[in-house]
């Protein structure tokens, strides 16, 4: 039912229909299929706007974190953070989902991880665990991990202050297009030769 819903939706090998393929996708969401269930959940918040839309999808989502799917993951972090009204100990476990996510490889929960630890969103602030986790976002590619991580070898959180590793950080994010005055001040205002390391550093890059 999952697999006609996305033929249905793409009007592969079939006639295009919205209709349609929306009622296979809910039909598969029902039956247990994760995949389906966090199409579903984002099905219901596009058609949906406001907070409604979020509430509907919740227990779409919550049903495929629960079978590992790290989109529907991360999209319960979001909403347990965020939504009005839940219960005190789904609050609580929104840094829950969102590591799981995290642990999954996926690098937007990565950066959010660092994010949060570094700001004490959801929970205690621990610049140690955010720096690691901006870290790892970082090395996966993600640009504005990459531009927060210079952010966080400059003010030493969670670290030892690092101009060049700073720097490093910096080209790499700019050379992806990600624009930062402070940043770019900072870069001006150090040493020729922590310039050219840094460079180099970054030209040695790979993502990892």
């Avoid at 929104?94 to 959010?112: K, V």
């Avoid at 986790?133 to 531009?147: E, F, K, P």
């Avoid at 050379?175 to 390391?197: S, V």
């Amino acid at each position: 039912m999952f697999e006609y819903a996305l033929l249905l939706m793409t009007g592969r090998y079939v006639e295009q229909d919205k209709k349609k393929a929306d009622d296979y996708m809910h039909r598969a969401a029902e039956a247990g299929n994760s995949s389906a269930q966090f199409n579903w959940g984002q099905i219901l918040v596009s058609e949906n706007p406001g907070e409604r839309g979020l509430q509907l999808a919740l227990p779409y989502y919550e049903k495929s974190a629960e079978q590992g799917v790290a989109d529907a993951q991360y999209a319960v972090a979001q909403l347990y953070n965020t939504l009005k009204g839940l219960p005190t100990e789904k609050k609580n476990q929104a840094r829950y989902w969102l590591e799981r996510a995290a642990n999954a490889g996926f690098d937007t929960a990565q950066l959010d991880m660092g994010l949060w630890y570094v700001n004490g969103i959801a929970g205690p602030q621990d610049y140690d665990k955010g720096f690691q986790w901006m870290r790892i976002a970082a090395y996966r590619g993600n640009v504005v991990a990459q531009n927060k991580l210079a952010h966080l070898y400059i003010e030493a959180l969670g670290t030892r202050p690092d101009p060049v590793e700073a720097a490093k950080w910096y080209v790499l994010s700019r050379r992806a297009g990600l624009q930062d005055p402070y940043l770019e001040d900072f870069y001006l205002g150090i040493e020729d030769y922590q310039q050219k390391e840094a460079i180099d550093r970054a030209n040695k890059f790979r993502r990892g």
